[in-house]
């Protein structure tokens, strides 16, 4: 064993020697090129290649180290179980943890059937003595190792695919935004004239606590997966990648709810645009070319928003002489509410709407007759959705969600009474929700409570149908149900003096919701009377 050791001393001794040979007989150039003639004479017989990304190239970052860095964390994510030592981040307010390859570790990836070999290089950075900006104390870079007969397919394809894959990763971990437009533009001193406010869109609507009959919602979730999917096709037939979605109904049916919905299934941020804070057609056209692609556009009431008359009437409008002057550009009269139809056409069907890509149009409405046919057409508004009041499936999906009864769970007399009352009592998934959430303790009472208001509301009661057909609207209703309980105020407020009005202010308040309910059943006995 010593001789061993003695040997191996003596040959590092040699070796070390040569060294200081090499170094000061041969001057540092000569040195250069023999090591580099030494390199290119392994490297012609390895049947490798090798490629070094860096994270700092120069003086800027290197984009592309940032992307590979992201994509090898979900290839290790992937491999996590094969891989022998990855590191683990959550940035702030992230909700994913994010794998990435420990210092000096090795990750083998394929692509195309091709073997690849990433390794994280990290080596202390020497100290520097003057830098324009701070730079980090290790010099980090990732070595990609790969047959030099695959050497073009990992140049092109693979790196455009790592590129790509980065993006997506990047947008699933970024907070999503709800944006708002308000005149005079963003308050937030670091967005100064940017025309959206931004706040974290957190809604936690998703297409499984939508009540919505289920055949009609895996229309509507392949719909949107098609689209979102659909980049190849829209640029093959020449069309501009959007689609537009109109959602039409009574209050409290889900249109809201569903765009919430939309949004988190594709993963995309929302625009909601109030119309009557724009003050012309170019304006709302700015709006539209600071938009993000993987968007969803909505205006909501378009039929409250804008005057819907026909383009005919528009154009009319805005001839000299028949109305206020005539306009300095094309553009319509300025001021609020002067967004004109023509003008929310081209926003969603002009050549302007197709800057940026990947984005949906949604406009909801409770009036789907009032809106003008050329707003309706295809290519506009490709799809129409109804939502309506509750259905029986969609009765189960609310039971399900609020108070955790499946079918099976009722036994078979109550779910047959459900059937045939659902239909007839008209009431909206927002009804419904309200009732069990009243009584979501007991999930007994909240069944029975239910079915109570549902018979009630079929056989004439709120909101319910007689004969087949509606009592009213459920517009009409809410304004006459605000109306009553305006008047009930004023009532009281009368007989009671300003002074002792005054003192029960904050008690009526806290009251509404009982006043509401009272009213209702004093109604339904007056009516059943
Ligand atoms: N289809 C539905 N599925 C689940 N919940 C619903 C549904 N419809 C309404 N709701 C519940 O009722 C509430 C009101 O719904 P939402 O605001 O989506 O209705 P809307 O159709 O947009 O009404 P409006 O026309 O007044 O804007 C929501 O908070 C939601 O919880
Ligand atoms: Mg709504």
Not at 27 to 45: L, Q, V
Not at 120 to 131: A, D, G, N
Not at 284 to 310: A, F, N, P, W
Request: hydrophobic share 35%; with cysteine; aromatic share 10%.
């Amino acid at each position: 064993m010593r001789e061993f050791w003695t040997s191996l001393a003596s040959l590092m001794g040699v070796l070390a020697f040569c060294q200081g040979l090499l170094t000061t007989i041969f001057p540092p150039s000569f040195r250069y090129t023999f090591f580099k003639i030494f390199n290119r004479f392994s490297n012609y017989f390895s049947s490798y290649c090798y490629f070094d990304i860096t994270e700092i190239d120069g003086v800027n970052t290197n984009e592309l180290y940032n992307a590979v860095q992201l994509y090898l964390s979900s290839t290790a994510a992937a491999t996590a179980a094969s891989a022998g030592r990855l590191s683990l981040t959550r940035s702030l307010n992230s909700s994913a943890v994010t794998f990435g390859l420990a210092h000096n570790d090795t990750l083998f990836d394929t692509f195309k059937g091709v073997a690849i070999q990433w390794e994280h290089i990290v080596t202390e950075r020497p100290s520097q003595s003057f830098s324009w900006r701070p730079v980090p104390d290790e010099k980090r870079g990732f070595s990609l190792r790969v047959k030099k007969s695959a050497k073009d397919l990992v140049l092109g394809p693979y790196l455009d695919h790592i590129m790509d894959r980065a993006g997506e990763i990047r947008r699933l971990n970024q907070d999503r935004y709800l944006y708002t437009n308000s005149r005079g533009g963003s308050m937030d001193s670091s967005r100064p004239g940017h025309p959206w406010e931004a706040v974290p869109f957190k809604h936690p609507s998703t297409f499984e606590t939508l009540a919505i009959d289920p055949w009609r919602k895996a229309e509507i979730m392949a719909d949107l997966k098609e689209f979102s999917n659909g980049e190849s096709f829209y640029r093959a037939t020449g069309r501009a990648w959007k689609r537009g979605y109109l959602l039409y109904g009574p209050p409290g049916t889900g249109k809201s709810s569903m765009i919430a919905a939309m949004a988190n299934y594709l993963n995309y941020d929302i625009y909601d645009l109030e119309i009557t804070e724009v003050s012309s057609n170019s304006e709302l056209r700015k709006l539209l070319m600071k938009t993000t692609s993987k968007s969803i556009i909505v205006i909501e009431d378009i039929d409250c928003s804008i005057d819907l008359s026909d383009r005919q009437k528009d154009r009319h409008k805005h001839r000299p002489g028949l109305h206020h002057s005539l306009p300095s550009s094309d553009d319509g009269p300025s001021g609020p509410g002067s967004v004109t139809l023509s003008g929310l056409l081209n926003f969603t069907d002009g050549l302007w709407s197709c800057c940026g890509s990947e984005r949906i149009f949604v406009f909801t409405t409770n009036h789907v007759e009032r809106l003008d046919p050329a707003l309706l057409r295809c290519g506009r508004m490709d799809m129409h959705i109804h939502l309506r009041e509750c259905s029986f499936e969609a009765l189960k999906i609310l039971l399900r969600n609020y108070v955790g009864l499946e079918e099976e769970d009722l036994d078979l007399e109550t779910v047959a009474e459900f059937e045939t009352v659902v239909e007839k009592a008209g009431m909206t998934p927002a009804d419904v929700s309200e009732v069990l959430i009243r009584h979501r303790r007991d999930r007994i009472k909240a069944v029975m409570e239910l079915l109570l208001e549902l018979k009630r509301r079929a056989e004439g009661g709120k909101g319910g149908r007689r004969g087949g057909g509606r009592v009213s609207s459920f517009e009409d209703q809410e304004e006459e149900e605000k109306r009553e309980l305006e008047m009930m105020h004023i009532n009281n407020n009368i007989a009671n003096g300003d002074d002792q009005q005054k003192n029960e202010e904050k008690e009526k308040e806290g009251n509404v919701v009982l006043l509401h309910d009272e009213f209702y059943s004093n109604e339904n006995d007056k009516k059943s009377n």
